[in-house]
């Protein structure tokens, strides 16, 4: 069996796929060389001869969907953009998934959190980011690591997991081996993503744009938009802007992490707290986020299995796996992937044009 997993990251797009529990395709490609030529990604792909399944880059996800069957309004609920209004790296993820489907390569795209049954109505009231599919596929990851680490079983998995990505951070809570709450990206400080905007602030700017969503994170307070992670840390050991904009990160970070401490039914349930993220290797920000929120439960580095490919690409390929009824098919069992439904749309209750957005899409 050969499963296939991509993880569209701000920075990077991961591909990881493994032959029966071997690796035969650990890469990494810059997302900005994707913008430009979108056929790189499906030369990857093609690399792998005989792929039985892989899962695509999904973006905010679908409940799980062909990608034979992808319509343009599925399309865009993945991206949630408007094309004829911006332009950036998103929309490279809508070329890709319809150059896929053109060349009929076998894959799905899976949910994002608010599409999973685990998570209880009412957490999903007015919320569309409690975690992109990649979140989830981050999870899955983190659900084996702590399966093989303590010898237990799929249910038996507890854990926050802290995904510290290039432009966004994201904090989930997974029970028994289930996500049962998310705090996306758009919603905590990040390297690059602002986080919640202020409602007064949201007046003030008037008309928001998706490019607002990427800027006003650590980097843009430091003044130094375009350093990397590592550059940051480096440069917050003498400089105090930047000094206090990791402050601000972290700070972000922690109230996320001891809020959504309260969703698990006993806070004992929380067995760890699992690093994951391009910056979760930086030994700056482990040992601040170790010595931050070990009041709530022991910080560790989750494990990868691979060399190059982040570990949502690792646990896409183990949700393809899973799907296909491989090994990993109890934890997708568990996760009741199968079973999400509905629409990131489902349960917003603050005014805006939904139905002229879609009949727009029409």
């Known amino acids: 069996m050969i499963a296939l997993g991509i993880d569209p990251g701000s920075l990077s797009w991961d591909f990881f796929a493994q032959r029966n529990n071997k690796t035969i395709l650990d890469t990494s490609l810059p997302t900005k060389d994707l913008i430009n030529d979108p056929q790189k990604a499906i030369d990857i792909i093609n690399s792998v001869k005989n792929i039985n399944m892989m899962v695509a880059p999904s973006g905010f996800g679908l409940p799980l969907k062909n990608i034979n069957d992808l319509t343009e309004q599925d399309i865009f609920f993945t991206l949630l953009k408007f094309k004829q209004k911006e332009k950036n790296q998103v929309l490279g993820l809508g070329n890709v998934l319809r150059l896929i489907k053109a060349q009929q390569i076998p894959g799905i795209i899976v949910p994002g959190v608010k599409h999973l049954p685990t998570v209880p109505r009412y957490r999903k009231i007015n919320k569309i980011d409690m975690g992109t599919a990649d979140k989830v596929c981050t999870t899955v990851t983190g659900i084996r690591d702590q399966m ?96 206090m904009a990791l402050k601000a990160y972290l700070s972000s970070v922690k109230k996320a992490v001891f809020g959504i401490s309260s969703s698990f039914s006993h806070k004992n349930q929380i067995t760890e707290i699992l690093l994951a993220g391009r910056g979760a290797n930086l030994t700056y920000l482990k040992e601040k986020m170790i010595n931050g929120l070990s009041d709530v439960a022991p910080v560790k580095l989750m494990k990868s299995y691979s060399q190059i490919a982040k570990r949502a690409a690792q646990g896409a390929a183990f949700i393809a796996n899973g799907i296909l009824g491989g090994e990993f098919e109890p934890i997708i069992t568990n996760m009741q992937l199968k079973n999400a439904s509905g629409s990131i749309l489902d349960d917003i209750f603050i005014p805006f044009e939904k139905e002229k957005i879609l009949r727009d899409l029409d």
């Open 148 to 243: 093989e680490r303590l010898d237990i079983t799929p249910e038996k998995t507890n854990f926050i997991l802290v995904e510290i990505g290039y432009g966004f951070t994201a904090v989930l809570a997974i029970e028994n081996g289930q996500i049962i709450d998310g705090i996306g990206g758009s919603n905590i400080l990040g390297f690059r993503a602002s986080g919640s905007l202020d409602g007064e602030l949201a007046y003030l700017i008037g008309t928001i744009h998706k490019r607002n969503i990427y800027k006003g994170g650590v980097a843009y307070i430091s003044g130094y938009s375009d350093l990397s992670l590592k550059e940051i840390t480096l440069l917050a050991e003498k400089d105090e802007q930047t000094k």
